[in-house]
């Protein structure tokens, strides 16, 4: 069973930066790829971002691309998420979230394991 656990997220400023880091438990978590996507307010669930295993090959939305950095360190089993110049459309439940799947993949209904969620808000 794995388990995964965010932590980090908060109310910030416009142009501000944040750190999210979630933590997996749980067998041989460190062999999957990870990822975050996020959900706003009367918004489905979206593909943020998601690094390979080894943390060789990353993938990131346009909508993020240079302003958020993933990384990952798996002899502690966690995941983190840099955000930099946040921007108030980046207000959105933040997820950590796992997949068994050999390749990458963007989809959210393609992600086996799912952290609890931190809320991240970005003011004007």
């Known amino acids: 069973q794995v388990q995964l656990e965010e932590s980090g997220g908060g109310l910030v400023q416009a142009g501000g930066s944040l750190r999210l880091s979630c933590t997996a438990s749980?067998?041989?978590?460190?062999?999957?790829?990870m990822g975050w996507l996020r959900q706003a307010p009367g918004k489905g669930r979206e593909f943020v971002t998601e690094i390979t295993w080894s943390g060789g090959t990353t993938y990131y939305a346009d909508s993020v691309k240079g302003r958020f950095t993933i990384s990952r360190d798996n002899a502690k089993n966690t995941v983190y998420l840099q955000m930099n110049s946040l921007e108030p459309e980046d207000t959105a439940v933040y997820y950590c979230?796992?997949?068994?799947?050999?390749?990458?993949?963007?989809?959210?209904?393609?992600?086996?394991?799912w952290g609890q969620g931190t809320q991240v808000t970005v003011s004007s």
């Open positions: 979230a796992l997949s068994v799947r050999v390749t990458p993949t963007r989809l959210p209904n393609e992600y086996d394991y």
């Open positions: 749980g067998r041989l978590v460190s062999r999957y790829s």
